[in-house]
Nanobody, 125 residues
Framework: QVQLVESGGGVVQPGGSLRLSCAASGRTFSRYGMGWFRQTPGKEREFVAA????????YYGDFMKGRFTISRDNAKNVIYLQMNNVTPEDTAVYYC??????????????????WGRGTQVTVSS
């Protein structure tokens, strides 16, 4: 059974940095693209970043403007989201997600088969 567990959320001041992690288990991690999404109350889950199964290709939501970086460590079965220069608009629950299909890059919530429980990020002074 596929399990995804996010960690690293918390409260950070505007302009600060945070690194989220997502630990995966239950299948061969290196065969699957992964993604980060975020959601605020009353809104749909929004694409943040995606990474290919090899880690060679990364994709970002339009609002990133170079502030976030997605990466993965296939030896540890973990993906990361480095968040820099955060703003209050980045406040959300952040989820990692994975598809059921091998070797695809996911950039929409509809392509995700497995979700973690999320980690809260709050940007506030």
């Amino acid at each position: 059974q596929v399990q995804l567990v996010e960690s690293g959320g918390g409260v950070v001041q505007p302009g600060g940095s945070l690194r989220l992690s997502c630990a995966a288990s239950g299948r061969t991690f290196s065969r699957y693209g992964m993604g980060w999404f975020r959601q605020t109350p009353g809104k749909e889950r929004e694409f943040v970043a995606a990474i290919s199964w090899t880690g060679d290709a990364q994709y970002y939501g339009d609002f990133m403007k170079g502030r976030f970086t997605i990466s993965r460590d296939n030896a540890k079965n973990v993906i990361y989201l480095q968040m820099n220069n955060v703003t209050p608009e980045d406040t959300a629950v952040y989820y990692c997600g994975a598809p059921s299909t091998e070797r695809i890059v996911v950039r929409t919530a509809g392509e995700i088969e497995y979700w973690g429980r999320g980690t809260q990020v709050t940007v506030s002074s």
